[in-house]
């Protein structure tokens, strides 16, 4: 296959975690040249592809294409597309399949898809033969924004989700903006939630260029990439200040302990996608924000108003098929990770772009404020 002549600049953002920083680059087009980038990081090195068999079908054929024009020997692991495929069952065959296809140390594990394969391709890799490195290739929204920067991997368990993993930072990462060109466009809205967040956390500015550009960022071209770019830069900031969440980084949880709560609720079915509940859990972060009298009503609304233009879930009663009440709520919320001792840590706000970590909040004030809202 034949690169195309001329593509546009990708933009670069640098991770900086010392021995195990790393690039992101962000741009249309960039799979026809995965080969020759990864050629030239490690030469000699084979390419074991990790994706999902959604993934394979849109896009595989270009990313071995351009890896057998760089003389890149391919190898090729496949999981069905899904959530569950983050299980023991899968791991276990991520694993095998690596050892079966003679992947080295000295290799590359190339996780092609979204969250769902770059957590279990990065755990894979983080494991297999005591450690190989992972160059992550993002395909959906969510992937290109959030999961594939900073190092977290891992699956699901029977006790909950995410835990069991690892930290293992890629070496790489190449997230090609015109892959999310299939992706169905409930998919690409889930993501934006991400998105949107990077601007509530610490960018204002952000948030407001969102408001005035959001139709251009789902038409895909130069303010797609902008937002894409943006939002890592955003991350890489967090991950390097904190690269592993004791401090800082927990500013990425804004929205997620209320968005996991609900879903939990739902199963994590399709019934509400990952973003989807972030976008609820945002605009209950910012609703129970302004209720503690740390940000003016208006501005709460102003979020959840721009949540809603897009599309996204922004009341417990938009999500199909009905929602818990609050009893199962606050024992879900309990059970979240970011609990300790108790003591339910939040993300809260005083401010659009004005996120802190609030380590003390009250659960009767919790309880009653989600009453209201599931009322
Ligand atoms: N590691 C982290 O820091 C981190 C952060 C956030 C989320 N996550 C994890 O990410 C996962 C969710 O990721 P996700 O939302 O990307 O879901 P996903 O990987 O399941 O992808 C969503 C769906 O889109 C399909 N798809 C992917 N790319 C496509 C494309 N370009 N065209 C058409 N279809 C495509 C997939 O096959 C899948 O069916 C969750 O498991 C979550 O826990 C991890
Ligand atoms: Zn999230």
């Known amino acids: 296959m034949t690169a195309p002549l001329r593509v546009p600049e990708p933009t670069m953002v640098r991770v900086a975690l ?6 992101i680059v962000i741009g249309r087009g960039l799979i026809a040249w995965l080969g020759s ?3 030239a990081l490690r030469p ?3 390419a074991a592809v990790v994706t999902d068999e959604t993934v394979a079908r849109h ?3 270009a990313a071995e294409a351009a890896l057998a024009a760089a003389g890149v020997r391919i190898a090729r692991v ?3 597309p899904g959530e569950a495929s983050k299980s023991w069952p899968m791991l276990e065959r991520v694993c095998d399949g690596l050892l079966a296809e003679k992947i080295e140390r000295r290799d590359l594990v190339v996780a ?4 769902v394969v770059g957590d279990l391709a990065g755990f894979a890799a983080a494991i297999t033969r005591r450690g190989l490195d992972v160059v992550q290739v993002p395909t959906t929204l969510l992937a290109q924004v959030d999961s594939s920067v900073g190092g977290k991997t891992g699956i699901n368990s029977r006790h909950g989700k995410n835990l069991v993993g690892a930290f293992h930072q890629p070496v790489l990462v190449i997230a090609d903006t015109s892959l999310l060109d299939t992706l169905p466009v409930r998919e690409f809205r889930a993501g934006y939630a991400e998105v949107a967040k990077y601007g509530l956390i610490n960018d204002a500015a952000f948030f407001a260029w969102l408001e005035a550009n959001w139709c251009d960022v789902f038409a895909g071209g130069p303010a797609r990439d902008h937002a894409i770019a943006t939002s890592c830069r955003a991350k890489a900031a967090i991950v390097a200040r904190d690269e592993r969440e004791t401090g800082d980084r927990q500013l990425l949880n804004l929205g997620h302990t209320f968005g996991h709560a609900f879903e939990a609720a739902a199963g994590f079915s399709d019934r509400l996608l990952h973003g989807e509940a972030v976008a609820l859990g945002i605009v209950l972060a910012y609703g129970f924000s302004a209720r503690l009298g740390l940000l003016s009503p208006a501005e709460a ?3 959840a108003a721009h949540l809603a233009a897009v599309g996204l879930p922004t009341r417990a009663d938009d999500i199909r098929g009905g929602t818990p009440d609050v009893d199962r709520l606050m024992e879900l919320m309990a059970q979240d990770k970011k609990v300790r001792r108790g003591q339910f840590t939040f993300i809260l706000a005083r401010g659009i772009g004005k996120s802190f970590i609030a380590s003390d909040v009250e659960t009767g ?3 009653a404020f989600l009453a209201e809202k599931l009322a």
């Open 18 to 23: 010392a021995e195990r920083s790393y690039e």
């Open 37 to 39: 980038r990864i050629a």
């Open 44 to 46: 000699g090195a084979a």
């Open 59 to 61: 896009h595989l054929p």
């Open 78 to 80: 496949l999981v069905p």
């Open 112 to 115: 092609l898809g979204g969250g």
């Open 301 to 303: 609304e102003r979020v």
């Open 365 to 367: 004030e919790l309880r």
